[in-house]
């Protein structure tokens, strides 16, 4: 199934995909539908966060992408409807954005945001290049 996704600061070496902090945990949304993706990405744009791209991926690629790099993944599906507390805070855009972030774009790891934060598994520049290819050829 094909999903989106928020990007930022696509076709650069500072390219970063979109996720969310909560307790600890770093979560990417992966929506069923475009428009609702849009519609997440203008609500962060309107509280000061960069532009967003929204993309179209293989929902198992960015589902193995977040297993590689310790991330956890939520589908937001079609006329999704929060539940629960933790529902509405996957619909909800934070409040403020990281000043720090996680990833470096000359490869080296980056200094982590909080003591708390957890360092995820470095991918070797060869496994960066072919994941780049991948996702470049499903544009």
């Known amino acids: 199934m094909r999903v989106f996704v928020l990007l930022f600061n696509v076709g650069t070496d500072n390219e970063g995909l979109h996720s969310i902090d909560l307790g600890g945990q770093n979560i990417v949304l992966m929506f069923e539908e475009e428009d609702d993706a849009t519609r997440y ?8 966060f960069p532009e967003a791209s929204v993309e179209a ?6 589902e193995e992408f977040c297993r590689d790099a310790g991330f956890d993944c939520r589908l937001i599906p079609q006329n999704f409807r929060p ?11 934070p ?6 972030f996680d990833w470096s774009p000359e490869g080296a790891p980056a200094e982590p945001a909080s003591p708390a934060a957890e360092e995820p598994e470095e991918m070797s520049r060869d496994e960066l290049d072919a994941m780049r ?3 470049e050829g499903l544009l």
Do not use: G, K, S, V
């Not at 991926?57 to 960015?62: A, D, L, T, V």
């Not at 539940?83 to 855009?93: I, K, M, S, V």
């Not at 409040?95 to 720090?100: I, K, L, S, V, W």
């Open 83 to 93: 539940a629960n507390d933790f529902e509405r805070l996957l619909l909800a855009p």
């Open 41 to 48: 990405a203008l609500m962060l744009e309107a509280q000061d």
């Open 95 to 100: 409040e403020n954005n990281r000043d720090d």
């Open 133 to 135: 290819r991948r996702l």
């Open 57 to 62: 991926f293989p929902q198992e690629e960015i």
